[in-house]
């Protein structure tokens, strides 16, 4: 199945929209012939990034949202629906990264990453829910990683919640499926988005558009987890094979990311 006959006429909401990967999955579902609801929290940003996809005319909206506030993740889903008339696609895309030794962290950090990358998505899912179920059919997309699929050294926070993630998804895929409505989960290895701060990003990155590509290739064929990229492919075969060696190349990679970023 091509995107655009999965897509066309298909009302669709991204979190995480005003840039990186969120930004790239506008743009593609609207190429498709979807409508988007663009949310973001960083309300300026959205603005700006919503200018530029102007052309799609009324197909285009947007909303500041916040996605650790469950009230306002409930009104974006209903606001959606109500203006849409229905609710296709809802992708939890909104996350944030945290990469530091154990001995560094706080209860702070640990209430950041999860209440973005894991309470986002379930409040994502809590409010999309009942509309899909009353409509028979919807598709649920959340954004982990594939640190949600193997360890990720001084990475325990953001590796829990998107491990998590991967979790819910799978469970609810298989739940929800015999009443026509799908779930995927998307694991991407590098993307050359904010997310890296102050980390260098690596040659093989994929751009956002790539990625964007990859991910709607794998929504359209409504696969349950869609990994993006070869590197973390790779990675993810490797560490099923040989987990041992695998974790100290994960170990040596990130010191040399921390040693990057400590340089700059």
Request: aromatic residues 4%; hydrophobic residues 50%.
């Amino acid at each position: 199945m091509n995107h655009e006959s999965y897509f066309a006429n298909k009302s669709a909401i991204v979190t995480g929209a005003a840039s990186g990967i969120g930004l790239a999955l506008c743009e593609a579902l609207l190429e498709a012939g979807a409508s988007v609801t663009m949310a973001d929290r960083n309300e300026a940003l959205l603005v700006e990034s919503a200018a530029g996809l102007a052309a799609y005319g009324e197909r285009v909206t947007t909303a500041a949202v916040d996605v650790t506030r469950q009230e306002e993740v409930a009104a974006l889903v209903q606001n959606a629906a109500a203006s849409c008339g229905r609710l296709d696609l809802l992708f939890n895309n909104a996350g944030v990264t945290w990469l530091g030794p154990a001995d560094d962290l706080t209860l702070d950090i640990w209430r950041r990453v999860i209440d973005i990358d894991l309470w986002g998505v379930i409040y994502g899912v809590d409010a999309a829910l009942p509309i899909m179920l009353r409509q028979g059919s919807g598709h649920i997309v959340n954004t982990a990683s594939v640190w949600g699929l193997v360890p990720s050294v001084n990475g325990a926070p953001y590796a829990a919640a998107k491990h998590a993630v991967v979790g819910l998804s799978e469970s609810l895929r298989l739940e929800l499926a015999p009443g026509g409505i799908a779930v995927s989960v998307v694991c991407p290895g590098a993307v050359a988005t904010p997310i890296f701060g102050d980390v260098d990003i690596p040659p093989d990155a994929l751009t956002p558009r790539q990625a964007a590509k990859v991910i709607l290739g794998g929504v359209a064929r409504q696969e349950g987890i869609i990994v993006v990229g070869d590197d973390a492919a790779n990675l993810l075969q490797y560490y099923r094979a040989e987990p041992e060696a695998c974790g100290q190349i994960l170990r040596d990679m990130t010191q040399a990311q921390m040693d990057s970023a400590k340089s700059k």
